[in-house]
């Protein structure tokens, strides 16, 4: 819940405004403008540390006590990216060619879900 006071009332005016997010069996649930701040609070993305061609190596680390499914939108790689509950993992992008300096990745955060069935949308970015 995302109340602008820590008192019933400032609680009972968050619920009725619909600023809210619930937590349910390893997913979060609510407003795309409330689980988008809360995503890139959460998650923090390194600078690339190794180059190999036109693959990138880079670490993406998860602070929430929440794990985190990325699933590619695209033909991406990599299609799918796991991160743990306060974790960090190693990402193994490939770019278009051997001169791109700046990974982006388009992913949809499957356990964070902003409608019936829809995940929220990000961006991963590395430079």
Avoid at 79 to 103: C, F, H, M, Q, W
Wanted: glycine residues 8%; charged residues 30%; positive net charge.
């Amino acid at each position: 819940m995302l109340a602008k006071e820590r008192t019933l009332a400032g609680i009972k005016e968050a619920l009725f405004a619909g600023r809210t997010i619930v937590w349910f069996q390893k997913m979060l649930i609510g407003r795309e403008e409330y689980l988008r701040p809360m995503f890139e609070a959460c998650v923090k993305i390194y600078p690339v540390h190794y180059k190999n061609g036109t693959k990138r190596f880079f670490k993406v680390h998860n602070m929430a006590a929440v794990e985190m499914h990325l699933k590619g939108i695209g033909k991406q790689e990599p299609g799918y990216i796991y991160i743990p509950p306060e974790s960090t993992v190693l990402v193994k992008a490939r770019v278009d060619n051997k001169k791109d300096e700046e990974v982006v990745l388009k992913y949809e955060v499957t356990n964070f879900l902003v409608a019936p069935g829809e995940g929220l949308p990000v961006e991963i970015k590395s430079k």
